[in-house]
């Protein structure tokens, strides 16, 4: 059974940052990928960062340059690297992962909510200005 579990998630002022992570068990599939998500009160779930297995990503253009998704296959760990956060960035942020295949990043993929299998239960980041 997979599952995903976000931490990482709390309050922080404008400009400053936040590390976000996501353990994942019964879960390591190669040719697959994992992605972030957020969902911002009465918006819908947009998405943020992916990964592919071989470590290409993909980024909304709202996060480019401010925003970093990596993983350590050993933990089987995603991470979201958050700097400069504004308070357009307040949202629940969810962790992603798909069935393999990815479907191609360099394409615009991965950044839809259809396209993943798997979803943790979302960890809130506060950004105050």
């Known amino acids: 059974q997979v599952q995903l579990v976000e931490s990482g998630g709390g309050s922080v002022q404008a400009g400053g940052s936040l590390r976000l992570s996501c353990a994942a068990s019964?879960?390591?599939?190669?040719?697959?990928?994992m992605g972030w998500f957020r969902q911002a009160p009465g918006k819908g779930r947009e998405g943020v960062a992916a990964?592919?297995?071989?470590?290409?990503?993909s980024y909304a253009d709202s996060v480019k340059g401010r925003f970093t998704i990596s993983q350590d296959n050993a933990k089987n760990t995603l991470y979201l690297q958050m700097n400069s956060l504004s308070p357009e960035d307040t949202a629940v942020y969810y962790c992603?992962?798909?069935?393999?295949?990815?479907?191609?990043?360099?394409?615009?993929?991965?950044?839809?909510?259809?396209?993943?299998?798997?979803w943790g239960q979302g960890t809130q980041v506060t950004v105050s200005s």
């Open positions: 992603a992962a798909t069935q393999p295949p990815c479907p191609p990043l360099a394409a615009g993929h991965g950044l839809k909510d259809y396209e993943y299998d798997y």
């Open positions: 990964i592919d297995s071989d470590g290409d990503t």
């Open positions: 019964g879960y390591s599939y190669r040719s697959a990928c």
